[in-house]
C-alpha cells in the first residue's frame, strides 16, 4: 500500500477510536493495528529519505563535472 | 654532298634595305588608310594604318601640324618608306597627316555596338551569377602564350583543388574568330564551372577578333558564366562588354576565382560556427534549467518526506492519547464473565465467578452481593 493511504488509514482509525463506543477490545486492536501501519510508514519514509540524499549526491556530482 | 648557299641575316638585311632606299617610288608617297592603336608623346606619333586586308607601322617625328588624329579617323599620311637593317622592320615614316573622313573600320564597329546594345545583349540583366565553388575552370586562350601561365600560376599558388584545362586557339588573325565561337559552343556543354576568355595585351586589329558579332554573340548564348579577361586594363571589347564578368587582366581573372572559392568556404565555416556557438548554448541553458529543475524536485522532495514524517508523528501522538493503557493505568479494570465482557452490573449475578483485568496484571472475584 502507497503511504498516503496508509495515513489515511491511520486518520481513520483515530477518528474510528474517538468518535464511536467501542469496547476495549476494539480500541486495543485498532490502536494495535495503527501503530504497525504506523512504523510501516516510518520506514518507508526512512527508505525514501536515504534515496534522496543519494540522489542528491548524484546531482551534485553533476554539477560539479559540468564545472570541471 | 653540296653544301646550300645561303645568305646570312644581315647579308639578306642589307640586300633589302639597299632595294628600298634606291627605289624613289618608295621615297614621297602618300597613303590612305584608318588611324588605330595611335600613341603620341611630345612631337612623336606612332600607330598603325590599316585598311580591310593589310596594315602598316607609322612613325612621325617632330610632326608639327594643327590635325592631331583619332583612332579610327580616315586618313592621308605623307612620307616615305624606310627599313631598319637591325630589326628587319618595314615602317613608313610620315611628314604629314590630313583627316579624310572617320574611317569605315571605326564606323563598321560604332554600328555594330549600338546595334547590340539595342538588341540588349549588353543587359546587366542578362548576367550568369557567378559559382560558389568554381572548381573546374578552362581557358580560352593561345596555348602559347604566357596568360595560360599567368592564370595557372595565379589560381594554383593559392588554391590546388581548382582544375584549370586549356582550350587553344587562335587570338588573332583569320581564323581566330571561328576558332573562339566553336570553343566557346563546345566547352559551354562540357560542365565546366567557369570558361576564363583571355588574352594578352595587343593593338586594335590584334584585339578585333573580341570585337566581333559572331564571337559576341556566341559568349551570349552560352549558359557557362564567362568571364573575359583581354589585353590590359585600358582595352574594352564588346566581348569585355557581353560576358558575366570582366577582369582587367588575365592575372586578376585568377584571382577572382581563388576568392571565389575561398569567401564560399570562409562563409561555410562561418555559418557552422555561429550553428556550433548556437548549438552549444542551447545545449548549456537546457543543462542549466535541468539542473534548478532537479534542485527544486530535490526540495519539494524533502519538504514533502518531513511534513509526512510530522504527520505520522502527531498521529501517534494522538493514538498514545486514546490508548486504552491510559485508562489501567487510571485504576479502571476490565471485567469478564468466562468470555463475555460485563459492561453493565446487570450483566452479572451473585456468586457469579468473574475475571478482572487492570494494570500490571488480572484477578478472579466472587459476587458475592450487588445493588
Given amino acids: 500500500m502507497s503511504l498516503e493511504y496508509n495515513i489515511e488509514k491511520i486518520e481513520s482509525i483515530a477518528q474510528k477510536i474517538e468518535s464511536e463506543v467501542l469496547a476495549i477490545d476494539d480500541v486495543l486492536n485498532l490502536y494495535e493495528e495503527a501503530i504497525l501501519i504506523s512504523k510501516d510508514c516510518l520506514i518507508t519514509l526512512s527508505s525514501q529519505k536515504g534515496r534522496l540524499t543519494e540522489l542528491n549526491a548524484s546531482l551534485e556530482k553533476l554539477i560539479i563535472e559540468d564545472y570541471d | ?371
Fill in chain 2, 1 to 371: 654532298m653540296l653544301e646550300k648557299e645561303y645568305l646570312t641575316v644581315s647579308e639578306l638585311n642589307s640586300y633589302l634595305y639597299g632595294i628600298i632606299e634606291n627605289d624613289a617610288l618608295l621615297w614621297d608617297l602618300v597613303v590612305k588608310g584608318e588611324i588605330s592603336g595611335l600613341s603620341i608623346h611630345k612631337e612623336n606619333l606612332y600607330c598603325t594604318l590599316k585598311d580591310e586586308n593589310s596594315q602598316i607601322s607609322i612613325c612621325g617625328f617632330k610632326l608639327k601640324q594643327k590635325y592631331l588624329p583619332k583612332e579610327g579617323d580616315s586618313v592621308l599620311i605623307s612620307g616615305r618608306i624606310s627599313y631598319y637593317i637591325k630589326t628587319g622592320k618595314l615602317s613608313f615614316i610620315a611628314t604629314e597627316i590630313e583627316l579624310c573622313g572617320s574611317g569605315k573600320q571605326f564606323d563598321k564597329f560604332q554600328e555594330l555596338k549600338a546595334r547590340l546594345t539595342k538588341e540588349g545583349l549588353f543587359d546587366i540583366t542578362h548576367k550568369i551569377l557567378p559559382p560558389a565553388f568554381p572548381q573546374n575552370i578552362v581557358v580560352i586562350t593561345s596555348k602559347e602564350g604566357a596568360v595560360i601561365k599567368d592564370i595557372y600560376k595565379t589560381i594554383h599558388k593559392n588554391n590546388k583543388q581548382i582544375a584549370v584545362s586549356v582550350y587553344n586557339v587562335s587570338v588573332q588573325g583569320i581564323s581566330s574568330v571561328k576558332e573562339i565561337v566553336e570553343a566557346l559552343s563546345f566547352l559551354d556543354k562540357q560542365n565546366f564551372d567557369v570558361i576564363i576568355l583571355a588574352r594578352g595585351g595587343g593593338s586594335a586589329e590584334d584585339l578585333s577578333a573580341f570585337n566581333s558579332e559572331e564571337v559576341v554573340r556566341a559568349i551570349y548564348a552560352a549558359k557557362t558564366f564567362v568571364i573575359s579577361a583581354i589585353g590590359h586594363e585600358v582595352d574594352f571589347t564588346l566581348s569585355d562588354a557581353v560576358s558575366d564578368l570582366r577582369c582587367l587582366t588575365p592575372t586578376a581573372a585568377g584571382e577572382y576565382i581563388v576568392s571565389q572559392y575561398n569567401n564560399s568556404i570562409n562563409r561555410i565555416f562561418s555559418s557552422l560556427q555561429t550553428i556550433e556557438k548556437k548549438v552549444n548554448m542551447t545545449i548549456e541553458s537546457t543543462k542549466n534549467l535541468a539542473i534548478n529543475c532537479l534542485k527544486k524536485i530535490s526540495l519539494i522532495a524533502q519538504f514533502k518526506i518531513s511534513s509526512e514524517e510530522k504527520n505520522i508523528y502527531n498521529l501517534r501522538k494522538t493514538l498514545s492519547l486514546i490508548n486504552p493503557q491510559n485508562l489501567f493505568n487510571k485504576g479502571y479494570f476490565k471485567i469478564k464473565k468466562g468470555d463475555v465482557n460485563i459492561c453493565s452490573v446487570q450483566d452479572v449475578c451473585v456468586n457469579d465467578i468473574l475475571n478482572v483485568y487492570g494494570n500490571k496484571g488480572s484477578f478472579s472475584a466472587k459476587v458475592i452481593d450487588k445493588d
